[in-house]
């Protein structure tokens, strides 16, 4: 989880500016985890001046694996690049046939 220091919406828009490949990462690799823990939610960052939590959930999983991949190529993390392809073939798979626990066979 990112902790950020922003104090309002404002200062997060900016520091998100400054951050957003470290954001990025932070996201791909909790989703991952969330993925592999089987779970439906996870807390991707903090404000904790605000206790307002960045959240992703499980309908958002591919999309946002989808567009942060980026980053990880950008900073040349392959083993994590191959994890979120991996996963994103697996969910593309689940959205076709509409069942979750096939997906979860193919990991353990």
């Known amino acids: 989880m990112l902790k950020f220091n922003a104090k309002d919406y404002n200062e997060l828009e900016e520091e998100l500016k400054i951050r957003h490949v470290e954001f990025s990462i932070t996201i791909l690799k909790s989703i991952i985890n969330a993925l592999e823990a089987d779970m439906d939610t996870v807390v991707i960052g903090l404000m904790p001046s605000t206790g307002i939590e960045i959240r992703g ?3 958002n999983y591919i999309d946002a694996l989808t567009l942060n991949l980026y980053a990880a190529k950008e900073e ?7 994890k979120v392809e991996k996963w994103i073939k ?5 959205d076709r ?8 066979q193919h990991c353990k």
């Open 57 to 59: 959930s499980r309908e």
């Open 76 to 82: 040349e993390e392959y083993e994590l690049c191959a």
């Open 90 to 94: 697996i969910l593309e798979s689940e």
């Open 97 to 104: 046939l509409g069942d979750t626990s096939l997906a979860f």
